[in-house]
């Protein structure tokens, strides 16, 4: 099973966010460093699916992470460094059986590797990342990642700490998350690779079903995510946080 694990949208200060995604009704809360990336983040969480506000602190740290392919930090550079939405991330409980299908399946395959951070209390963080795709290919698959610990153990872990809170506008999940491709057989590879089951279905348009979201896909002159639906709110309304748009329907 491969579950939405977390959204990385790119942002000049991610301490911020706090107070920009409280005036939406969301709590977001402080994340930690990435020591060995050069970044920072602040997380809004929606059970164990997260947005991740990511920033940069030191440059040149971010620019040797960028020169391994298939990262989150290659695909920042080759957006020129823009802020916005940039990758997601599938959760995994079967990363080591993952790299060798992916490498069969004729992907390049970067790790599984295991990182870790310090969060604001001090503790430590674990977990394992496995980047792949193809050489010049114009679509960046997600990359996936296993945390060390079980789902119910993170969770309690992350409510306790107060990472995980109710959000002031209510029980709201991420429900969609749209792209633009350039052609639709990176839907199709999508579904195919990670299981999820092709519910609609046009010429212009696929979506797919995860376990825990939906994933949309409609034909445009870019590959990128173009949206993020927020699904449980009291009233619908488009914004736009940080130039990454984000629509909430009940």
Same mark, same amino acid.
Request: with cysteine; charged share 30%.
């Given at each position: ?21 409280? +005036? ?77 299908? @992916? ?25 394992? @990342? ?22 119910? +153990? ?97």
């Amino acid at each position: 099973m491969y579950w939405l694990d977390h959204i990385v949208h790119f942002v000049k200060e991610p301490k911020s966010m706090a107070e920009k995604t409280r +005036e939406l009704g969301l709590h977001t809360g402080e994340g930690g460093k990435h020591e060995m990336w050069g970044t920072y983040n602040a997380l809004c969480y929606f059970g164990l699916s997260y947005i991740e506000f990511i920033g940069v602190f030191d440059k040149e740290l971010l620019e040797q992470s960028a020169e391994i392919p298939f990262t989150l930090h290659a695909s920042y550079k080759k957006r020129n460094e823009q802020d916005g939405l940039t990758r997601i991330a599938l959760r995994t409980n079967s990363i080591e059986e993952d790299a060798v299908k @992916l490498r069969e399946r004729g992907y390049e395959v970067i790790g599984p590797d295991s990182f870790s951070r310090v969060r604001p209390d001090g503790s430590v963080l674990t977990w394992k @990342l496995l980047h792949f795709g193809k050489k010049d290919s114009p679509f960046e698959f997600p990359f996936l990642i296993q945390w060390d610990g079980s789902d119910e +153990e993170r969770y309690n872990d992350l409510a306790k700490n107060g990472t995980i809170q109710k959000h002031p506008i209510g029980e709201v999940s991420i429900k969609e998350i749209s792209f633009t491709v350039t052609d639709l057989k990176w839907a199709e590879e999508w579904a195919d690779l990670f299981q999820h089951e092709i519910v609609e279905s046009t010429p212009a348009y696929i979506k797919l079903k995860a376990p825990n979201c939906h994933f949309s896909f409609n034909l445009g002159r870019k590959n990128e995510i173009a949206e993020v639906t927020i699904g449980g709110a009291k009233e619908e309304k488009q914004v736009v946080l940080e130039k990454g748009k984000y629509l909430f329907v009940r």
